[in-house]
Every structure is written in C-alpha cells, then in structure tokens.
C-alpha cells in the first residue's frame, strides 16, 4: 500500500551507446524487458538514466561515410539518421507498453550532443510528484507528458566537467518532490580506458585516477545537497578492476608465465603445458577458453574483489549494495539468439554501470521504506542479450509468498552450499530475498530442499537443527543476519554457515 511513509521506486541505468548497431529484434527486446522489469515491481515511481547516445550520432556518421561499403540486412538492422530519432523510438517501445500503462505521467531530458544523456521518469499521481523549477527556486507540480532538451528546461542542473565530444564527462540532475520528500536524482558518465592495456601493469592506471577525480569533482559541486536531501547516483562510472593483480593472480593459480616479445603493446602468458591462458593487446583481452568461466561463473564472483575503483568513495558519505552480479559490459550475441550471452573480448569485463545512494537515502530506504534487507541490485534481463552492455537496476525487493520445503530450481546451478542452522525451539523461518519467498520449515528433523537459483549462485541447501523457534533473514547479497530476541548465543542459539 502506498502512503506518504512509503514510496516504491525503481531505479534503471543503461550505457545504449552499443544499440545503435543493434537489430531490432535486440532494440525491441530491450525496450520490452526494461519495461516489464518496471512493470513486475509496481512502483509509484521509476527513473531512467541512458548514457552514451553521443556516440549513436557519431557512429551514424562513420556509417553515413561508409554505407556503400555496408552489407548488413536493412531490414533487420535498425536505422536511425541521429541520436534524437532513436531516443524517441525508445521512449516510444517503452511508454507503450502494456507494463507501463499504470503511470500517469512522463518526464523526459535529454543533453545529446552535450553530454549524450537523457534522464527518463515515470510516476503516478498518488506520488503527488513535482519537479524542481531552478529558475524560479520552487516546486512545480507534474502532469501530464513533457518532453525537452537539457538546454530548454527549467527543470534540470546539468554541467560537463572534462572529456570531449566523443567522450564527454559531467552530469545532469533532477530535483524531485514525492509524497513531500526531496529526491535528487543524478546521471552521470565518467572517463573510459583508452585501451585493455590499460592497468594492467601499474594500477590503479591513469584513467581509473582521472576517473576518481572527475567523481570528486561532481560530488564537491553536489556537496550542498549530499548531507541534506537523499541523493541518488546512477550512471556510467566506467569503472576497471585492478587487472594488474588480477593478471598476477591469474598467473600463480595456472603457473604461468609472460613470454617476452618485441611487441611492448602485447601481454601473453603460458603455462607450463604451453597453454595460452590470456592475451592482452590494444585491442584485445582474451583468457581463451576459460574467459566466460572466469567472468561468468558464480554471477562474476571470482573477479568481484578486484572490483575497487570506488572504495574510497564508499568509506565516507556514499554506500552501494552488495553486487552479486556479473559485469555489466561488455557483452555479445550467444551462438543462438536467447541464449546466454558471451563477453566480448575486446574489453575486460567490468561493473561499469552502477547505483550509489547517499548515507541520508540509505537511512530512509532502511527505517521508512524497506527492511533493512529489502533492496535488489542486479541486472535487467540478467540471461539475455540486450546490447553490449546490461543495464543495472535498483529496487525495493516485491512482497514475498510462502513456500514449504521447497523451491524449485530456476536458471543455472553452478555450486553447491550447505546452510546450518541451530537454535532451540521448535521451528525455523528463512527468508531468502533474493527470490522474494519466504521460507517456512518444521525443521525437528532436517529438511534438503531444491532451491532457485541464487544469482546462479546455490544449488543444495540442507537445513538442519535442534528445533527452535527463530526468525533469520538471508539477504540477496549473502548477509546472514539473525532477528530473534528468543535466540541468544548464551541460550544456545547458534547461526553457522558452512560453505563446502
């Protein structure tokens, strides 16, 4: 139930710089998973945020110059003359349909050729929305559909702090009003690598440092709002793992070494077998024929901990939620059109698109919206093909159903972990959010179940324990939190997780 003590929001943000050269099969995919991603959580309110439409426009020109030399199928091939026509079409494919019918207005900003941007929003009216005037420092109420540029609306803060046309850095935010609480709302893009090469002798390189400093910059020019209103950032932040150790790492566990060569733009390394276990160049990062295992395997788990390029900005004043799925570039098509998705190999995956909340939102998401366990960080059309890059999506985790013993397995099983639990009456409740089900067990004697698939994560749980009556929340993230008063360690009442 809605109330203006809870608002439900979902929060998506896509890089569609890829989509351009996409069929339409792909671009209608897109629109319609993006849509019923909104549509299943039945939110009050949804944000949009699309990065790299810059490069639709500047890739539309490299193929206007090159076009007699073009064999692609017109007709299922997507052809937009500019950036404008094919953001209209998106916002087109996702306004109509059906998931999208409950909102009762639209909010549209785009900076293309600026920023190469657009913020989209969807609210209803029960929200009671209204968008910041910074011309006339107020609260307007929204209506209706609106449509404009950056350049003419009253409604946005926008600036570019570096980069360039292809490449543009900066920001563009929105201030809004729901259900009498201040929201801002920021899109953002960051610098990219120049090449694979990149960090993976020193780290962090050059761009993971101007990448930092560009963030600063943005969170000093917002620092007005940071302690005060809740802020949330969802962009592209371009981020790169620490391939310096990850490439080390690599080496160890396989026993392997860097053949040296004249070329200095080219790493290969071997094992002792003479295998060749990666490759980089300028143009090429390729572990062969372990690279989806490695990237892929447990949503991205094996090269998570190199993932730290935003440490520090998560120490102080920003929180994101645990990740627990895979990088979010850079993808291409699967041998057969819905399959599971390969990773290019022409870049290192990395979680480039990503969803930071200020320590103010992360307070209300907490104590007046969501149990503290309650948020799904994830991807959109997770097994899919949807473009190069996966769009990230944060939401409020939908209510849950009871499900007795058993669920049964969805998507792919790639590990097996055994949960045990201990605690001293006569029954145990799990809560597993992940799946949005809440488990209920009589569990005097232990109890195996089939289980769905935890991010691609679990495959066998057993469920084993002295009796008790207890409440423990599982959150999709691997916290193992326990919310029983009845249960204290002095009374015996032992939570343990064995991961075998």
């Known amino acids: 139930m809605t109330s203006p003590d809870y608002t439900r929001m979902i929060f998506i943000t896509a890089n569609v710089a890829s989509l351009m050269n996409e069929s339409k099969k792909v671009l209608e995919n897109w629109s319609a998973t993006v849509a019923k991603e909104i549509g299943d959580q039945k939110p009050v309110f949804a944000a949009i945020h699309l990065q790299g439409l810059n490069n639709i426009?500047?890739?539309?020109n490299n193929n206007n110059n090159n076009n007699n030399n073009s064999n692609s199928n017109s007709s299922s091939s997507s052809s937009f003359s500019n950036a404008d026509e094919f953001l209209?079409?998106?916002?087109?494919?996702?306004?109509?349909?059906?998931?999208?019918?409950?909102?009762?207005?639209?909010?549209?900003?785009?900076?293309?050729?600026?920023?190469?941007?657009?913020?989209?929003?969807?609210?209803?009216?029960?929200?009671?929305?209204?968008?910041?005037?910074?011309?006339?420092?107020?609260?307007?109420?929204?209506?209706?559909?609106?449509?404009?540029?950056?350049?003419?609306?009253?409604?946005?803060?926008?600036?570019?702090?570096?980069?360039?046309?292809?490449?543009?850095?900066?920001?563009?935010?929105?201030?809004?009003?729901?259900?009498?609480?201040?929201?801002?709302?920021?899109?953002?893009?960051?610098?990219?690598?120049?090449?694979?090469?990149?960090?993976?002798?020193?780290?962090?390189?050059?761009?993971?440092?101007?990448?930092?400093?560009?963030?600063?910059?943005?969170?000093?020019?917002?620092?007005?709002?940071?302690?005060?209103?809740?802020?949330?950032?969802?962009?592209?932040?371009?981020?790169?793992?620490?391939?310096?150790?990850?490439?080390?790492?690599?080496?160890?566990?396989?026993?392997?070494?860097?053949?040296?060569?004249?070329?200095n733009d080219q790493l290969e390394a071997y094992d002792l077998s003479l295998r060749k276990i990666?490759?980089?160049?300028?143009?090429?990062?390729?572990?062969?024929?372990?690279?989806?295992?490695?990237?892929?395997?447990?949503?991205?788990?094996?090269?998570?901990?190199?993932?730290?390029?935003?440490?520090?900005?998560?120490?102080?004043?920003?929180?994101?939620?645990?990740?627990?799925?895979?990088?979010?570039?850079?993808?291409?098509?699967?041998?057969?059109?819905?399959?599971?998705?390969?990773?290019?190999?022409?870049?290192?995956?990395?979680?480039?698109?990503?969803?930071?909340?200020?320590?103010?939102?992360?307070?209300?998401?907490?104590?007046?919206?969501?149990?503290?366990?309650?948020?799904?960080?994830g991807l959109v059309g997770e097994a899919e093909y949807l473009g190069q890059s996966k769009c990230a999506v944060l939401n409020r985790k939908k209510e849950g159903w009871i499900i007795d013993y058993y669920i049964a397995k969805i998507g792919k099983i790639v590990e097996n972990i055994h949960w045990s639990v201990e605690c001293c009456k006569s029954q145990t409740r799990v809560h597993f959010d992940r799946f949005d089900a809440f488990f209920a067990f009589d569990i005097a004697t232990p109890v195996e179940f089939a289980m769905a698939s935890f991010g691609s994560f679990f495959k066998t749980c057993n469920i084993a324990s002295t009796a008790a009556e207890q409440t423990t929340t599982v959150d999709s993230f691997g916290s193992f939190v326990t919310n029983s008063p009845k249960c204290t360690q002095s009374a015996g009442g032992v939570v343990g997780i064995t991961i075998i």
């Not at 426009?57 to 539309?60: E, F, G």
């Not at 657009?118 to 929200?127: E, R, T």
């Not at 610098?191 to 761009?207: F, H, I, T, V």
């Not at 447990?298 to 920003?318: A, H, M, T």
């Open 57 to 60: 426009n500047n890739n539309n």
């Open 88 to 263: 209209n079409n998106l916002l087109r494919e996702i306004s109509s349909n059906p998931a999208m019918m409950e909102f009762d207005c639209c909010r549209e900003v785009n900076a293309v050729d600026y920023l190469g941007m657009c913020n989209i929003y969807y609210c209803k009216a029960i929200a009671q929305p209204a968008l910041y005037d910074y011309r006339m420092n107020s609260y307007v109420t929204v209506k209706g559909d609106l449509h404009e540029s950056a350049n003419q609306s009253k409604n946005v803060d926008f600036e570019r702090i570096g980069g360039n046309t292809e490449n543009p850095v900066g920001f563009m935010m929105t201030r809004w009003l729901l259900h009498n609480k201040s929201f801002d709302f920021v899109n953002l893009i960051l610098s990219p690598d120049n090449s694979p090469l990149d960090g993976c002798l020193n780290w962090p390189s050059e761009n993971s440092h101007r990448r930092r400093h560009e963030f600063s910059l943005i969170l000093e020019r917002l620092e007005t709002y940071m302690n005060e209103e809740c802020v949330v950032f969802f962009g592209n932040f371009n981020c790169s793992i620490d391939c310096e150790r990850f490439l080390k790492d690599q080496m160890n566990l396989n026993k392997a070494r860097i053949v040296e060569n004249d070329n």
């Open 278 to 377: 990666f490759t980089v160049t300028r143009t090429q990062f390729n572990f062969h024929e372990n690279h989806d295992w490695l990237f892929g395997t447990c949503n991205g788990q094996l090269v998570r901990k190199y993932d730290c390029e935003l440490e520090p900005f998560l120490k102080g004043s920003l929180y994101e939620p645990n990740i627990y799925f895979a990088p979010t570039d850079p993808y291409e098509l699967g041998p057969t059109f819905g399959k599971e998705p390969n990773f290019v190999r022409t870049e290192c995956p990395a979680w480039r698109s990503r969803i930071l909340i200020n320590q103010r939102t992360r307070e209300k998401i907490h104590h007046d919206s969501f149990s503290s366990s309650g948020l799904y960080y």
